[in-house]
Protein backbone atom coordinates (compact mmCIF):
# COMPACT_ATOMS: atom_id res chain seq x y z
CA UNK A 1 0.00 0.00 0.00
CA UNK A 2 2.55 2.38 0.57
CA UNK A 3 2.63 5.89 2.19
CA UNK A 4 0.27 8.79 1.89
CA UNK A 5 2.35 12.15 0.81
CA UNK A 6 -0.33 14.42 0.19
CA UNK A 7 -1.67 16.86 2.27
CA UNK A 8 -5.50 17.00 1.79
CA UNK A 9 -6.98 20.42 0.15
CA UNK A 10 -6.92 23.01 2.57
CA UNK A 11 -9.52 24.23 4.63
CA UNK A 12 -8.20 27.96 4.73
CA UNK A 13 -7.32 30.34 2.13
CA UNK A 14 -5.58 33.67 2.34
CA UNK A 15 -7.62 36.46 4.14
CA UNK A 16 -9.67 34.12 6.64
CA UNK A 17 -9.39 34.63 10.20
CA UNK A 18 -8.67 32.26 12.45
CA UNK A 19 -7.21 31.43 16.42
CA UNK A 20 -5.03 29.18 17.11
CA UNK A 21 -6.08 26.28 19.26
CA UNK A 22 -4.98 26.34 22.78
CA UNK A 23 -4.41 22.32 23.28
CA UNK A 24 -2.03 21.65 25.92
CA UNK A 25 -0.50 18.19 24.43
CA UNK A 26 2.13 16.03 26.05
CA UNK A 27 4.12 15.41 22.71
CA UNK A 28 6.24 17.16 20.17
CA UNK A 29 4.66 20.17 18.51
CA UNK A 30 5.87 23.18 16.72
CA UNK A 31 2.91 25.93 17.65
CA UNK A 32 4.55 28.83 19.86
CA UNK A 33 2.84 28.75 23.00
CA UNK A 34 2.49 33.06 22.71
CA UNK A 35 0.09 32.37 19.73
CA UNK A 36 -2.27 30.01 21.68
CA UNK A 37 -5.43 31.27 21.84
CA UNK A 38 -4.92 34.39 19.75
CA UNK A 39 -6.73 35.18 16.72
CA UNK A 40 -4.76 36.02 13.26
CA UNK A 41 -5.43 36.04 9.68
CA UNK A 42 -4.44 33.68 7.04
CA UNK A 43 -1.52 35.52 4.86
CA UNK A 44 -0.66 32.76 2.71
CA UNK A 45 -0.89 28.64 2.29
CA UNK A 46 3.26 27.10 2.33
CA UNK A 47 1.93 24.03 1.35
CA UNK A 48 2.31 20.21 1.96
CA UNK A 49 5.05 19.41 4.75
CA UNK A 50 6.00 16.02 6.87
CA UNK A 51 4.36 16.50 10.18
CA UNK A 52 6.68 17.37 12.71
CA UNK A 53 4.05 15.97 15.37
CA UNK A 54 4.43 12.91 13.76
CA UNK A 55 7.70 12.54 12.40
CA UNK A 56 9.45 13.43 15.85
CA UNK A 57 11.43 10.80 17.37
CA UNK A 58 11.81 8.77 14.27
CA UNK A 59 8.06 8.88 13.40
CA UNK A 60 7.46 9.16 9.48
CA UNK A 61 5.18 12.40 9.18
CA UNK A 62 2.88 11.54 7.67
CA UNK A 63 0.24 11.92 5.78
CA UNK A 64 1.79 15.33 5.15
CA UNK A 65 -0.06 18.65 6.70
CA UNK A 66 -0.64 21.87 5.27
CA UNK A 67 1.57 25.07 6.56
CA UNK A 68 0.13 28.14 7.09
CA UNK A 69 1.60 31.84 7.34
CA UNK A 70 -0.40 33.24 9.73
CA UNK A 71 0.14 37.22 10.54
CA UNK A 72 -1.23 38.42 13.80
CA UNK A 73 -1.30 41.54 15.37
CA UNK A 74 1.90 42.38 17.83
CA UNK A 75 -0.49 44.57 20.35
CA UNK A 76 -3.02 41.74 20.47
CA UNK A 77 -0.24 39.14 21.04
CA UNK A 78 1.54 40.98 23.88
CA UNK A 79 -1.26 43.44 24.52
CA UNK A 80 0.00 46.68 26.31
CA UNK A 81 3.47 45.19 26.68
CA UNK A 82 4.05 45.86 23.09
CA UNK A 83 5.73 49.35 22.66
CA UNK A 84 6.02 49.53 19.24
CA UNK A 85 4.31 50.60 16.24
CA UNK A 86 0.26 49.42 16.44
CA UNK A 87 0.55 48.68 12.65
CA UNK A 88 3.55 45.97 13.01
CA UNK A 89 2.76 42.17 12.50
CA UNK A 90 4.00 38.73 13.96
CA UNK A 91 4.26 36.40 10.73
CA UNK A 92 4.46 32.40 12.14
CA UNK A 93 3.83 29.43 10.66
CA UNK A 94 1.61 26.87 11.54
CA UNK A 95 0.15 23.71 10.75
CA UNK A 96 -3.72 23.31 9.84
CA UNK A 97 -4.27 21.16 12.53
CA UNK A 98 -3.66 23.86 15.32
CA UNK A 99 -6.21 26.55 13.31
CA UNK A 100 -9.87 27.01 13.87
CA UNK A 101 -12.28 28.97 11.72
CA UNK A 102 -13.15 32.32 13.51
CA UNK A 103 -17.09 32.29 12.28
CA UNK A 104 -18.41 35.26 10.18
CA UNK A 105 -20.52 38.45 12.12
Known amino acids: ?????????????????????????????????????????????????FDPETRAHGGSGVPKRLLYQVEFEQSHVWGDSYPEDDNDLLIVDVYEQWLESVPNN
Request: proline share 8%.
Open 1 to 49: MGLVFSAQPGDFSPGDEVVIRTDIVSHHHRTPWFIKGKRGRIRAVSGPF
